[in-house]
């Protein structure tokens, strides 16, 4: 009877220290994580006077960061064509306005002008030439030697005139001063007409 109080105290503690040894193995993970968890907030927190080793690196990475963006910025600001100068807005009457600047290059203003199909050619023409007028005198379209304008009318182009800008002179009447300078490329019979019957080209 006593042996067997004794293999029952034995085995009890036996399990007694299993039991504690396996809480001690696993208590130092738990600390570890902790600390590691709470190191950079200790780090920091610790002396803020202090300029420790991990203060100053801190203070580099944000000096790195902010290069690298003001380096993007630049790239992007390099890589992004020029902002054409040129102002189309005097076409009022115009649905859509595309503009190839070729001053660079060849010291060419292309302008196309699309126009509704509900305004009559002839007008429309008309509408166009008189608003060229104040296009032809801004300081960048005055850089070009010549400038292309063609006018469509919905998806057709109904006339096309090119300006030699050394002629180009600003008078009273708007359309004689741009036709003045200008070489009719291409113009529709019936639009023509309409022209040569108001006297405006």
């Known amino acids: 009877m006593m042996n067997f109080k004794f293999y029952l105290s034995i085995l009890a503690l036996v399990v007694l220290m299993a039991g504690c040894s396996e809480k001690s193995a696993e208590q130092p993970v738990i600390q570890e994580q902790t600390k590691l968890e709470a190191s950079p907030v200790e780090n920091s927190i610790q002396d803020p006077t202090n300029d420790n080793e991990t203060g100053s690196s801190i203070d580099e990475v944000v000096v790195e960061t902010s290069e690298t963006n003001e380096t993007k910025e630049d790239a992007t600001v390099a890589s992004t064509p020029e902002v054409s100068q040129i102002d189309t807005s005097v076409f009022v009457y115009a649905q859509d ?105």
């Open 97 to 201: 306005i595309k503009v190839t600047d070729a001053l660079d290059i060849t010291k060419h203003i292309d302008v196309v002008v699309y126009m509704s199909e509900d305004v009559g050619k002839g007008l429309a023409v008309q509408h166009v030439i008189t608003q060229l007028y104040d296009f032809l005198q801004q300081t960048k379209v005055k850089e070009a030697e010549t400038v292309t304008v063609g006018i469509m009318s919905g998806d057709f182009r109904v006339a096309q005139i090119t300006v030699d800008m050394s002629k180009f002179e600003a008078g009273e009447h708007f359309i004689h001063s741009v036709m003045d300078a200008s070489k009719i490329d291409k113009m529709d019979d019936d639009i023509r007409e309409y022209g040569e019957s108001l006297e405006l080209w």
